[in-house]
């Protein structure tokens, strides 16, 4: 609880200082989709990564999740739990260190419940654009929220980054 309270607060103080500009989407080249695995995920996450693959894009998917143990997936490169940080929300461990030195040009979240576990580990990625659903209340974060169709979520993201120019 008292880790949750200061992870949230070391949110509030870095959203403020992340007025970066966003780069066009023809312009971009790496993008990071960060995954809440403790919701029920109607996006179709392979076709969404192939289909930014099949631009060109360089694609990584991350898992996040609060549970103890970790969920099988098969299309993560790294799954992160809420234990993997410190009491004051720093990475124990070298992968996810090195995670949060990589430069990523957008970074897409999947997450509707606006997890705070998510937005940490989002904002460490330091990107040009957030991209996530639009909720209630709003995600401070999220440069672009989208409220994609249920049916076709992954086309209806695709759709919305693509028209995102400078």
């Not at 066009?24 to 989709?33: D, M, Q, T």
């Not at 996040?64 to 997936?73: G, K, S």
């Not at 739990?81 to 949060?100: H, L, M, V, Y």
Request: net charge positive.
């Amino acid at each position: 609880m008292m880790q949750k309270l200061i992870i949230e607060w070391l949110f509030r103080l870095r959203i403020k200082k992340n007025n970066i500009p966003v780069e066009g989407f023809k312009k971009i080249k790496n993008i990071v989709i960060i995954i809440n695995l403790d919701e029920n995920t109607t996006c179709d996450l392979d076709a969404l990564i192939y289909s930014f693959q099949a631009l060109g894009k360089k694609v990584q998917s991350i898992g996040v999740t609060l549970a103890e143990q970790t969920p099988e997936q098969n299309t993560m490169k790294m799954i992160i739990k809420k234990d993997d940080f410190t009491f004051r929300g720093k990475p124990k461990t070298t992968e996810i260190q090195q995670f949060f030195n990589m430069k990523f040009d957008y970074v897409l979240l999947i997450d509707q419940s606006n997890n705070y576990l998510v937005n940490h580990v989002a904002i460490h990625c330091k990107a040009n654009c957030y991209i996530g659903y639009r909720s209630i209340p709003e995600n401070k974060l999220l440069t672009l929220q989208i409220a994609p169709l249920q049916e076709n979520e992954h086309e209806d993201f695709l759709r919305y980054i693509k028209l995102i120019e400078n």
